[in-house]
Nanobody, 120 residues
Framework: QVQLVESGGGLVQPGGSLRLSCAAS????????MRWYRQTPGKERELVAA????????NYADSVKGRFTISRDNAKNTVSLQMNSLKPEDTALYYC?????????????WGQGTQVTVSS
């Protein structure tokens, strides 16, 4: 079955950096775009970054452009999010997402999330 396991979250001071990783299994990883979302209590889940199946195309939320970088390693079935110049407003639960099409129907799969807290 599809599994997405995030890691790398933690507590960091403003201006600091963190690198999130997501290990994927149970599907043909190299065939699908991957995404990172984040969510804070009381708010909708927000798309942070996306990367195409072979990594040639990336997209970012305006709020993280120039600070975050999404990447993937199709040989290791992992997708990462390098977060630099972190701000308190980046504090959230970060989720890895894969949208997998089965019999022409897209299904969203999520990891358990990893908490990022930016605070002095």
């Amino acid at each position: 079955q599809v599994q997405l396991v995030e890691s790398g979250g933690g507590l960091v001071q403003p201006g600091g950096s963190l690198r999130l990783s997501c290990a994927a299994s149970g599907f043909t990883f190299s065939s699908y775009a991957m995404r990172w979302y984040r969510q804070t209590p009381g708010k909708e889940r927000e798309l942070v970054a996306a990367i195409s199946s072979v990594g040639g195309s990336t997209n970012y939320a305006d709020s993280v452009k120039g600070r975050f970088t999404i990447s993937r390693d199709n040989a290791k079935n992992t997708v990462s999010l390098q977060m630099n110049s972190l701000k308190p407003e980046d504090t959230a639960l970060y989720y890895c997402n894969a949208r997998i099409v089965r019999v022409s129907i897209p299904y969203d799969y999520w990891g358990q999330g990893t908490q990022v807290t930016v605070s002095s």
